[in-house]
RNA sequence: GUGGGUGUAGCUCAGUUGGUUAGAGCGCCGGAUUGUGGAUCCGGAGGUCGCGGGUUCGAAACCCGUCACUCACCCCA
């Protein structure tokens, strides 16, 4: 049997309505909050996404999906929204008004990763950016909506948490002290904490092997690093979340994977999915803009992974939907008679099916009964040849005869 | 890339120290009811036991390999 790839998934009908639902909440309240819907491609030329994630982060490195196309070029299938989002922007000028741009954006991602639990190859993001400012109003903003798209799909028991990784300098300054700090506890530490010391030695700071945090329960944290600058607009942030309500609580190691954040980051995690908890996360990207050669643009955003929101929602979640009128139309005449009403019903916007499969009354009410019908509209030859068709209520199983020119009346009076 | 777990009907799973024809529940189809659904009862269809090799008189079961799924590491949303 042909099987889909690896780490990808089909989302079936029964889970559709979910997906639906989620969208529905994030376009709504996206939009309400002033952010307008952006769709751009699903694939880039690869350097985009080389520049700004960072060449040296796992994602670029060893998990992007990259072909040649047809001219030779290099074209990668996107990672991430963030990057395309400012492409976009600086090729459609879309910076230049006064007012900072919000945008937000809803779609597939891909990355070439052993897929496990809330973790796929081909996943979905709903994200936002605002750029334009750096104000740290904008920062509380974004982290509302964040959490208010959450709280309106019912989710429980998450958590903020916040931190300031400070702007570049800040960084470099900060990881030569760590460096030094960690220094001669190398022998001590995990192998893989060994070898970020040299590739990404903020990930050590967030090991989960117990020696390692043990190791580096003393360390130096950044936000003692920050720059007056940054650490004034971080406090900014936080009195602004204190202001609204929004509770959050502040992690001094929590770091962001992707190389083009700086100061503001967050990440929203719940304890009820495995090891893959944090359902959104997101910060300031002020450089970004500069690096992908626009003016130099202040930005912040996140990004919310969908497959791993909808494993928190319930299982079922139906609309409420109009009243389901099923033909049953059985017999070398009626058949015909009872297509073309079927056909008549939904031009006049009535939600009507039928069966094509069942060819007797007993296995078309049986039909009627699965597709969950509120009326059966009954119809075989003696029906036809006299004009008239029975509709029969599905839960309290009476039924009316009723006559062919009546019957579109009928039906709207009881939809 | 590394490690663990699991592969038996469409789905969820039983299957005794290796023993003859591999089971159940749900679902599906039909009948009881010749033109009236859901419940009940009866019947039926549906299986390369993931795949390949080995051990054995005999393998769904034991061994080796392989593939798939899954969880975790790593990384990230």
Same mark, same amino acid.
């Given at each position: 049997?042909?099987?889909?790839?690896?780490?990808?998934?089909?989302?079936?009908?029964?889970?559709?309505?979910?997906?639906?639902?989620?969208?529905?909440?994030?376009?709504?309240?996206?939009?309400?909050?002033?952010?307008?819907?952006?769709?751009?491609?699903?694939?880039?030329?690869?350097?985009?996404?080389?520049?700004?994630? %960072?060449?040296?982060?796992?994602?670029?490195?060893? +998990?992007?999906? @990259?072909?040649?196309? &047809?001219?030779?070029? /290099? $074209?990668? !299938?996107?990672?991430?929204?963030?990057?395309?989002?400012?492409?976009?922007?600086?090729?459609?000028?879309?910076?230049?008004?006064?007012?900072?741009?919000?945008?937000?954006?809803?779609?597939?991602?891909?990355?070439?990763?052993?897929?496990?639990?809330?973790?796929?190859?081909?996943?979905?993001?709903?994200?936002?950016?605002?750029? %334009?400012?750096?104000?740290?109003?904008?920062?509380? +903003?974004?982290? @509302?909506?964040?959490? &208010?798209?959450?709280? /309106? $799909?019912? !989710?429980?028991?998450?958590?903020?948490?916040?931190?300031?990784?400070?702007?570049?300098?800040?960084?470099?300054?900060?990881?030569?002290?760590?460096?030094?700090?960690?220094?001669?506890?190398?022998?001590?530490?995990?192998?893989?904490?060994?070898?970020?010391?040299?590739?990404?030695?903020?990930?050590?700071?967030?090991?989960?092997?117990?020696?390692?945090?043990?190791?580096?329960?003393?360390?130096?944290?950044?936000?003692?690093?920050?720059?007056?600058? /940054?650490?004034?607009?971080?406090?900014?942030?936080?009195?602004?979340?204190?202001?609204?309500?929004?509770?959050?609580?502040?992690?001094?190691?929590?770091?962001?994977?992707?190389?083009?954040?700086?100061?503001?980051?967050?990440?929203?995690?719940?304890?009820?999915?495995?090891?893959?908890?944090?359902?959104?996360?997101?910060?300031?990207?002020?450089?970004?803009?500069?690096?992908?050669?626009?003016?130099?643009?202040?930005?912040?955003?996140?990004?919310?992974?969908?497959?791993?929101?909808?494993?928190?929602?319930?299982?079922?979640?139906?609309?409420?939907?109009?009243?389901?009128?099923?033909?049953?139309?059985?017999?070398?005449?009626?058949?015909?008679?009872?297509?073309?009403?079927?056909?008549?019903?939904?031009?006049?916007?009535?939600?009507?099916?039928?069966?094509?499969?069942?060819?007797?009354?007993?296995?078309?009410?049986?039909?009627?009964?699965?597709?969950?019908?509120?009326?059966?509209?009954?119809?075989?030859?003696?029906?036809?040849?006299?004009?008239?068709?029975?509709?029969?209520?599905?839960?309290?199983?009476?039924?009316?005869?009723?006559?062919?020119?009546?019957?579109?009346?009928?039906?709207?009076?009881?939809?």
């Amino acid at each position: 049997m042909l099987r889909s790839i690896k780490g990808l998934k089909d989302i079936l009908p029964q889970q559709t309505p979910q997906w639906r639902y989620m969208e529905t909440i994030a376009h709504t309240l996206a939009t309400q909050s002033g952010f307008s819907e952006i769709r751009i491609p699903i694939f880039e030329f690869t350097e985009l996404y080389a520049r700004s994630i %960072g060449g040296s982060t796992d994602i670029v490195e060893k +998990e992007m999906y @990259t072909f040649p196309d &047809r001219d030779g070029s /290099s $074209l990668t !299938l996107r990672p991430e929204g963030t990057a395309g989002v400012v492409r976009a922007v600086l090729e459609h000028h879309l910076l230049d008004s006064p007012s900072t741009r919000k945008l937000y954006y809803l779609g597939p991602m891909f990355r070439h990763e052993r897929p496990q639990a809330g973790r796929y190859r081909q996943f979905h993001q709903f994200g936002v950016e605002a750029l %334009g400012t750096e104000d740290p109003l904008m920062d509380v +903003e974004v982290i @509302t909506l964040l959490w &208010r798209f959450f709280c /309106s $799909l019912g !989710l429980k028991d998450l958590t903020l948490q916040i931190n300031s990784i400070g702007n570049l300098q800040d960084r470099e300054k900060y990881i030569q002290e760590l460096k030094r700090f960690l220094f001669p506890k190398l022998e001590v530490i995990c192998g893989n904490c060994q070898r970020r010391y040299s590739t990404n030695p903020l990930r050590i700071l967030d090991c989960k092997v117990p020696i390692c945090q043990q190791a580096t329960q003393e360390a130096p944290t950044l936000f003692d690093h920050l720059s007056l600058d /940054s650490s004034s607009h971080f406090q900014s942030v936080l009195d602004g979340l204190t202001g609204i309500g929004i509770p959050f609580s502040l992690n001094y190691r929590l770091v962001r994977g992707l190389d083009y954040y700086s100061r503001t980051t967050f990440e929203i995690t719940s304890p009820h999915l495995g090891a893959q908890s944090t359902i959104g996360a997101g910060g300031r990207y002020d450089g970004l803009v500069e690096l992908l050669q626009g003016p130099s643009t202040p930005a912040i955003g996140f990004a919310v992974g969908l497959e791993r929101v909808a494993l928190l929602l319930p299982e079922q979640i139906s609309f409420p939907q109009p009243p389901l009128f099923f033909l049953a139309g059985f017999g070398k005449e009626a058949r015909p008679i009872a297509f073309k009403l079927l056909h008549e019903l939904r031009e006049l916007g009535i939600r009507a099916d039928t069966d094509y499969k069942s060819t007797n009354l007993k296995s078309l009410l049986r039909s009627a009964d699965k597709l969950g019908a509120t009326y059966s509209i009954i119809m075989g030859d003696d029906e036809a040849r006299s004009k008239t068709a029975i509709i029969r209520n599905m839960t309290t199983k009476t039924q009316e005869l009723i006559t062919l020119e009546e019957i579109a009346q009928k039906v709207q009076s009881l939809n």
